[in-house]
């Protein structure tokens, strides 16, 4: 009789394959519930090792970063600098934009300025911040004429994060990825100001040429294309800043201004000028002798001055971050004067390249400046 042996079967195997299946199938149903409920949990592991180990799975609520603007110091072309830099920032890293109600109403009287992609209002800005379920984190940065290039790594403004601006944010490198938006969405005119200041444009028409031209004024670029189009002129636009730089000794010379006007006239045969300026009686005087030169009425505000510059093709600009920006709405040719002292660390911080073209043109007359 040959007597069978029982086999031994490796029951440690089995157990310690149950035991992995088990924690398996755990594992698998906390992270349905998390993705459910998106909060901390907490519980117990038992294992043969470690008894009573506490172990945490974090399940982070995707709070996205928000760029803010609470305050905004000194006139309209700063104000624009702030915004603009704000809204680079936000769409860089894809955070939500916040303004302060006052900001908007502020900006609302002159421009479209939709900003429908990233802006949130105060209600669902006060719920994120009094969320105490979520940890935000609170960041201010305040500088002078300054590039950040640090703001342009990935997360540097990162999920959780309020980043606050303040101070004066004048480089246009932290919003140049987004000009089409900006000359053509935000900073564009509403209806009730391009009916206002059109009638500037329309009126020299009927003096200089009799004629009335039946534009559309159905919108900012739409009216803006009609008078590059016309064959009767090409736009130039002048701002002349005065005011607080004639103390500072700041302000352009007269002699730069001629000479940018002489160059246009020699560019386009056809030039007529538009000006704008916060001393527009020194303005008629300077232009006195000269045809084809219109000063924006007294009536026009220092808005309706802005986007009267930014209808024209091309600019000459003075010091000074108003006529910075009449220029960059233009988005034409600049002449610039390139002896202001911008304030920012470095010029090409502040000046984009297209603010330069050829010719000779000395903002002062002892200055050994030359724009080439």
Request: charged share 15%; aromatic share 14%; glycine share 4%.
């Amino acid at each position: 009789m040959v007597l069978l042996q029982k086999r031994k079967f490796p029951s440690t195997i089995y157990y310690r394959l149950g035991i992995l299946c088990i924690i398996a199938i755990a594992i698998a149903v906390t992270m349905h519930i998390q993705t459910q409920n998106p909060f901390t949990y907490s519980f117990l592991v038992n294992s043969k090792n470690q008894s009573n180990l506490t172990q945490s799975i974090r399940q982070t609520r995707n709070t996205a970063c928000i760029v803010y603007l609470e305050h905004i110091s000194g006139r309209l072309g700063n104000k624009l600098f702030m915004l603009a830099s704000a809204y680079g920032l936000a769409r860089l890293h894809s955070c939500h934009l916040y303004l302060t109600p006052a900001i908007i109403n502020e900006m609302t009287l002159v421009f479209i300025f939709d900003l429908s992609p990233v802006l949130i209002s105060t209600n669902m800005f006060n719920s994120i911040i009094n969320n105490t379920a979520t940890p935000i984190t609170r960041t201010m940065k305040s500088v002078v004429c300054q590039y950040i290039p640090e703001l342009k790594r990935p997360n540097a403004i990162s999920l959780g994060h309020i980043f606050e601006l303040r101070g004066y944010w004048q480089s246009y490198l932290h919003f140049h990825k987004h000009s089409y938006e900006l000359q053509n969405r935000i900073f564009v005119a509403k209806q009730l100001v391009i009916e206002k200041v059109s009638k500037l444009f329309i009126n020299i028409y009927e003096q200089q040429y009799k004629f009335k031209p039946q534009f559309s004024l159905n919108n900012h670029q739409l009216f803006k294309k009609q008078l590059s189009e016309s064959k009767w002129t090409t736009w130039i636009g002048i701002h002349v800043r005065r005011s607080d730089f004639v103390h500072l000794n700041f302000s352009s010379s007269e002699q730069y201004l001629y000479f940018a006007v002489k160059y246009y006239r020699k560019r386009y045969p056809n030039a007529s000028f538009i000006v704008a300026s916060d001393d527009k009686r020194y303005c008629k005087n300077l232009f006195r002798n000269q045809t084809n030169v219109f000063i924006t009425p007294e009536s026009f505000s220092e808005g309706d001055d802005l986007i009267a510059l930014s209808f024209c093709q091309h600019s000459i600009i003075t010091g000074g971050t108003f006529g910075w920006w009449a220029a960059y709405l233009a988005n034409g040719y600049v002449i610039h004067d390139k002896v202001y002292p911008s304030g920012c660390v470095r010029r090409e911080h502040y000046y984009p390249p297209w603010f330069l073209i050829d010719g000779y043109v000395r903002a002062y007359q002892n200055s050994a400046n030359i724009l080439r």
